[in-house]
Structure formats: structure tokens, C-alpha cells
């Protein structure tokens, strides 16, 4: 395969983590035989900086010409001003408008070997696995009216709940495509007790269920929903749910398996169709984690894991992400730690040296 790849590296620990998931697929191309063109822009703060705007036209329009896009963080104490102009996160929010990411998706699986890193019990994460579909194109994000306004001496905002009946349908329909080949649950989280746009999801939700009697539908408010993921967070199959919340419920998940460090997340665009290969953009979840920047310590894992989502969704390459996936799980079983995940005594391990312990695993 000839594939051309975008690495978006941004802010903070996000070139160190790009560079080794960049390595791991260097690796992959190597060892199966594909060809695969990387090609660096600037996204978030360091475009601020370079160009005056978190992304630039011709970043997106290199992103919409490539196969797939490999993302590192964005942000930082230096862009935080609440009255900039403008914020790294913008370019973040314009990569998926521009790009039509509809579908975030967030697998949460915790590794038996970390269970001391959660800081449930470990009766609490046994069997826990789920995946988190989160939508990316609508919601307080997104919709209109959206702004400060100065009103006779007075500031108001405003951020606007939007979404229409396509944008509901097509994310809901995801989830319960998704879930056919796992347990067959689709949890839909909404807040239908206070919001329209919430009782408009309900509704399109329920209907889609009924043309997929073989799958179990179940509907959480939101605040239930994250309650339970800290309560009983095995109990879930397939969460899908607006953009905003499913933006806290899966920082919120996150600390199921230990570490930000450690889960990847792909922004997949329409159509969605995995055997075809689709556009996405690929990020591990965490920040940019500027207090650790430049110190060779951040875990690269959940980059080298959204490197193999990046090979399953977008280029159709199964067997070689499954490689990644078993190097990744054969590492931690051997005790290959970075100081997020380490217990005290443990030998911690570099972003580098986690990398080739993978590499080497492969």
C-alpha cells in the first residue's frame, strides 16, 4: 500500500508522543511491506505563534488530500488567555469541522497488569470494556448564536445546544453498527429531562432502536451515566451521546484504566465504512501536558494504539494494527513502564525506550 499520512504533531508532549507513533508505523510499513509518506504541519498553539491562526488553509487543505491524519495535542499556559483572539482549541474544533469528523471513538479497555494504576478496586475494572462514540459536529460547540455581547454596560454569552435529526441519526446509527460484533448494547446519554435537543435525541435514538430489535437499547441521563461509569462501569457495551458530554464522560472513563496516557481516540469522517478505509484523524486523549514537556517521560502509548486505529480505520490494514495492539499488550505483561503507570520500585522507562520495547515486540 502507498498511503500518505499527515502528522499534525501540535503542542507540548504532542511531538514527542507523534514522533514514536510515527516510528511504530515507520516499522509496520517495513515489516509488511507498504509505503508511507509523512508529511508535518503545524496545528494549535505553535501555528498561533508561526502564522497567527491555529490552522492554517493550507494545513486543512493538506489534511483533506491524505489518507489519514496522526495527531499530537494542542494547547498550553502561554495561549490560555480567555481574551485572545483565538485558541489553539480552535484549531482543533476547525480539523473536524473542515474535515466532516462526525464520530469521535474512544475504546476503554483497562490492562489486568495496571490494575493497581486505577484508583477503583480492582474488582471494579475486572471485564470492564467499552467504547465511548462521541459526536463531533454539533452541540454547544458548534451552534449559533455563539459569543460575547456588551448589552447596555452588561456582558452576556451565549453558546447555543444544537442538532438536527441527520446529525442524530447518523451517530446513533454508528453505534448500533458498532456494537453488532460486541455485546450487543447501545447505551444512549442525553439530559431529555431538561434539554429539547436532548428529547430530540431520545426520540431518534428509540426509533433507531426499534429497526434493531437484536441489539438492547438503554437510555442514561448524563449525570446517571458518569455516576455509573464509577459505579458499575463493566455493565457498558456501547456508549454514544452528544458532543459535549460525551467530551466529559470520556476524560471522565479515562481514569478507569489508570492513565490518560494509555487509550487512543479516532475522528472518523461519512461515509463511515471500514472495509472501504475513511478519513479520520487519529490523537491519543490526553492533553498537551506542558508540565511535562521536554522531559522524555510522557507515555506514547495511547498514540501508538491510535496509530493502529489509524491502520484499522482509515487504511483497512487489520492484521498490521492487531501487530501493534499484541506488542502493546505484550510490553505492559512484561513490565515495560513509563512513570505514569509504574508502581514504586519499578524501572521507569522513556518515551523512546517504551517505544522500541514495543517496536522490538512486534
Not at 476503554?108 to 474488582?123: F, I, T
Not at 453505534?175 to 431520545?202: C, G, I, Q, Y
Not at 510490553?331 to 514495543?358: F, L, N
Amino acid at each position: 500500500m502507498n498511503t500518505k499520512i499527515i502528522t499534525l504533531p501540535g503542542d507540548g508532549i504532542g511531538p514527542e508522543v507523534t514522533r514514536e507513533g510515527v516510528r511504530v508505523l515507520e516499522y509496520i510499513a517495513k515489516k509488511f511491506g507498504h509505503q508511507f509518506e509523512f508529511e508535518e504541519h503545524l496545528i494549535g498553539g505553535c501555528a498561533i505563534d508561526a502564522t497567527g491562526e491555529p490552522l492554517s488553509n493550507a494545513t486543512l487543505d493538506a489534511c483533506r488530500a491524505a489518507d489519514a491524519v496522526l495527531l499530537g495535542a494542542v494547547g498550553g499556559p502561554q495561549w490560555d488567555d480567555p481574551r485572545a483572539k483565538t485558541r489553539p482549541e480552535v484549531g482543533l474544533l476547525g480539523l473536524r469541522k473542515g474535515l466532516g469528523l462526525f464520530a469521535n471513538l474512544r475504546p476503554v479497555k483497562p490492562h489486568p497488569a495496571l490494575a493497581h494504576a486505577s484508583p477503583l478496586k480492582p474488582e471494579k475494572i475486572a471485564g470492564v470494556d467499552f467504547i465511548v462514540i462521541r459526536e463531533l459536529t454539533g452541540g454547544l460547540y458548534f451552534g449559533k448564536p455563539q459569543g460575547r455581547f456588551e448589552e447596555s454596560g452588561k456582558t452576556r454569552a451565549v453558546d447555543t445546544m444544537e442538532y438536527s435529526d441527520a446529525e442524530i441519526t447518523r451517530i446513533v446509527q454508528l453505534a448500533f453498527r458498532l456494537a453488532e460484533p460486541r455485546r450487543a448494547k447501545v447505551t444512549s446519554v442525553d439530559k431529555a429531562n431538561v434539554l429539547a435537543s436532548s428529547r430530540l435525541w431520545r426520540e431518534i435514538a428509540t426509533e433507531i432502536g426499534r429497526a434493531h430489535p437484536q441489539i438492547k437499547l438503554d437510555h442514561l441521563l448524563v449525570d446517571t451515566c458518569a455516576m455509573k461509569l464509577i459505579a458499575s462501569p463493566a455493565a457498558f457495551d456501547v456508549i454514544v451521546t452528544e458532543n459535549m458530554f460525551g467530551d466529559i464522560l470520556t476524560d471522565e472513563a479515562a481514569v478507569l484504566v489508570g492513565s490518560m496516557g494509555l487509550l487512543p481516540s479516532a475522528s472518523l469522517g461519512a461515509p463511515f465504512d471500514s472495509a472501504q478505509g475513511v478519513l479520520g484523524v487519529y490523537e491519543p486523549i490526553h492533553g498537551s501536558a506542558p508540565d511535562i514537556a521536554g522531559k522524555s517521560i510522557a507515555n506514547p502509548i495511547g498514540t501508538i494504539l491510535s496509530a493502529a486505529m489509524l491502520l484499522r480505520y482509515s487504511l483497512n490494514l487489520s492484521r498490521e494494527a492487531d501487530a501493534i495492539e499484541r506488542a502493546v499488550d505484550r510490553a505492559i505483561d512484561e513490565g515495560c513502564r513509563t512513570a505514569d503507570i509504574a508502581q514504586p520500585g519499578e524501572r521507569v522507562m522513556s518515551t523512546r525506550e517504551m517505544a522500541d520495547a514495543i517496536i522490538e515486540r512486534m
